[in-house]
């Protein structure tokens, strides 16, 4: 809260993301973004995958943990986090090291990717794959023929 009113303080302009962590990571890089920054608390596992989509598309990324009680704190201490690991700021290589692969299928469509698209006797889907050792970039358009698949 504190952020967000100094920014609007400064007339920052603001776009409010309620679900999409991920898209909206994604917003911010590319050669034409649509956002100059992405500020977000979310789930330890939405930031990995920020992270490892930031690596894959050679853009930066911090984080730290935010956490919602002393139990959650207990419970890191116990899975090995030091005294200062709970409130230190984690690179983007510390959380996604070494080589890192990122994909996703839009289901629902957003600004990152299409949702599925069902016609008579099937649906089309688009995927995105990226690669961190190599910088590619796949948008994959995949139409799933429903008549042709085997009966459960």
Known sequence: KRIIDELLRLNVKINY??????????????????????????????????AVAMRCLGGDFQGRMSWRNDEEIERARDMG?????????????????????????????????????????????HSLVLRSRTGTIRRIETIHDFTRRPLE
Request: glycine share 18%; proline share 5%; charged share 15%.
């Open 17 to 50: 993301i309620t679900d999409g962590d991920i898209a909206g990571v994604l917003s911010v890089i590319g050669q034409k973004p649509l956002n100059d920054i992405y500020y977000s608390t979310g789930g330890a596992p939405e930031g990995v995958l920020a």
């Open 81 to 125: 986090f030091s005294e200062a690991d709970l409130t230190r700021i984690w690179s983007c290589e510390e959380i996604a090291s070494g080589d890192v692969l990122f994909c996703a299928t839009g289901v629902t469509g957003g600004p990152m990717l299409p949702g599925v698209d069902f016609f008579g006797g099937g649906a089309t889907s």
